[in-house]
């Protein structure tokens, strides 16, 4: 009855840790099209950069890899976020859009950490209209 227990507890831990991955379309998508698509998106590139769709975000920028599945450290969507916002490669640019707030970086991260899921077929856009 013990060991029965225990099975059930692991069941119950791995379903758990499985259920919090942030979910793309909620948790994610809402974030990028809120902070980062007026700038990098068909109508605007900045920095060679887009990320409507994930074949586009996956191939980056001209100097930067915006995300490396797995690797939120090697990620310059991860890095950019976390430099002081008066940077000059700080994103977004400081007073340009909204910054993601801390619990939204840590859904980023937590999002590249498992594997940046980007459902085919779902493109972004921005919630602003472009400027
Ligand atoms: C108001 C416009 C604007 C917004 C919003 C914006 N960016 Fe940028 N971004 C730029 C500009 C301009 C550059 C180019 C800087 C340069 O080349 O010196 C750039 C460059 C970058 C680069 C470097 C690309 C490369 O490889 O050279 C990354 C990474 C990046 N942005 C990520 C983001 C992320 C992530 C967001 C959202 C959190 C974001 N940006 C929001 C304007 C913007």
Redesign the pocket.
């Known amino acids: 009855m013990k060991l029965a227990l225990s099975f059930l507890t692991i069941a119950t831990l791995t379903c758990a840790a499985r259920a919090q991955d942030p979910d793309f379309k909620k948790d994610i998508a809402p974030i ?1 099209e809120a ?2 698509l ?3 998106c068909e109508a605007k590139a ?4 887009r ?1 409507d769709t994930r074949e586009l975000a996956m191939k ?5 890899k ?1 995300i490396v599945a797995g690797k939120p450290d090697e990620s ?2 991860i890095k ?2 976390l430099l002081a916002p008066a940077e ?2 700080a ?3 400081e007073g ?2 909204p910054r ?1 707030d801390a619990a939204q970086i840590e859904l980023l991260k937590k999002w590249v950490a498992a594997g940046a899921v980007w459902p085919d077929g779902m493109t972004l856009k921005s919630s602003e209209a472009p400027k």
């Not at 900045?46 to 950069?49: I, R």
């Not at 980056?60 to 930067?64: A, E, I, P, V």
Request: proline share 10%.
């Open positions: 990028l902070s980062c007026k700038c990098h900045k920095g060679k950069l990320m980056g920028g001209k100097d930067t915006l310059a969507l950019v976020l000059d490669e994103m977004p640019p340009k859009a993601p």
